[in-house]
C-alpha cells in the first residue's frame, strides 16, 4: 500500500483508501469480538453493559490518541461515540437490559447479532 504522498493518481489513491478501509474493517471485527467477549465476562463480574465512567475515559483516550497522531480529536471522539452507543446496544441486547441508560436510537441505529458458535456463556 503506497503512502498517500506516493499516489500519483486519483485511482493510485483510491486503491490506497480501499485497502485502509479493509484494514479498518479488520479491526473493528476484533473490536467487535471484544464485545462479544464482554458480554460473556460481565454477569459474572455483576457488571451492565454501560459503565458511564469507562465511556468518559474511552472517549478521553481516543481524544489523546488522536492528538498524539495528528488527527482530529473531535473526529475520532465522535466515531468512537457511535461505536460505543452501537457496543453497548449490542450487549444490552444480549443481557436482556433493554434499552436502559442508553440515549434514544432509531431502530436502524440497533446493533444486528450473529451467531455464536458454543452458545451463551
Given at each position: 500500500?503506497?503512502?498517500?504522498s506516493e499516489c500519483?493518481?486519483?485511482?493510485?489513491?483510491?486503491?490506497?483508501?480501499?485497502?485502509?478501509?479493509?484494514?479498518?474493517?479488520?479491526?473493528?471485527r476484533l473490536r467487535?469480538?471484544?464485545?462479544?467477549?464482554?458480554?460473556?465476562?460481565?454477569?459474572?463480574?455483576?457488571?451492565?453493559?454501560?459503565?458511564?465512567?469507562?465511556?468518559v475515559q474511552v472517549?478521553?483516550?481516543?481524544?489523546?490518541?488522536?492528538?498524539?497522531?495528528?488527527?482530529?480529536?473531535?473526529?475520532?471522539?465522535?466515531?468512537?461515540?457511535?461505536?460505543?452507543?452501537?457496543?453497548?446496544?449490542?450487549?444490552?441486547?444480549?443481557?436482556?437490559?433493554?434499552?436502559?441508560?442508553?440515549?434514544?436510537?432509531?431502530?436502524?441505529?440497533?446493533?444486528?447479532?450473529?451467531?455464536?458458535?458454543?452458545?451463551?456463556?
Amino acid at each position: 500500500m503506497k503512502a498517500p504522498s506516493e499516489c500519483q493518481s486519483m485511482s493510485e489513491l483510491r486503491m490506497t483508501i480501499d485497502a485502509l478501509d479493509r484494514h479498518l474493517i479488520e479491526m473493528l471485527r476484533l473490536r467487535q469480538d471484544c464485545i462479544d467477549r464482554a458480554i460473556q465476562l460481565k454477569p459474572a463480574e455483576g457488571l451492565p453493559a454501560r459503565i458511564e465512567s469507562r465511556v468518559v475515559q474511552v472517549i478521553a483516550n481516543v481524544r489523546a490518541s488522536a492528538v498524539a497522531k495528528g488527527v482530529d480529536p473531535d473526529l475520532a471522539a465522535s466515531l468512537w461515540r457511535s461505536l460505543i452507543e452501537w457496543s453497548i446496544a449490542r450487549e444490552q441486547a444480549e443481557l436482556g437490559e433493554g434499552n436502559a441508560g442508553r440515549p434514544a436510537a432509531d431502530a436502524a441505529e440497533l446493533p444486528e447479532t450473529r451467531p455464536r458458535s458454543g452458545g451463551k456463556a
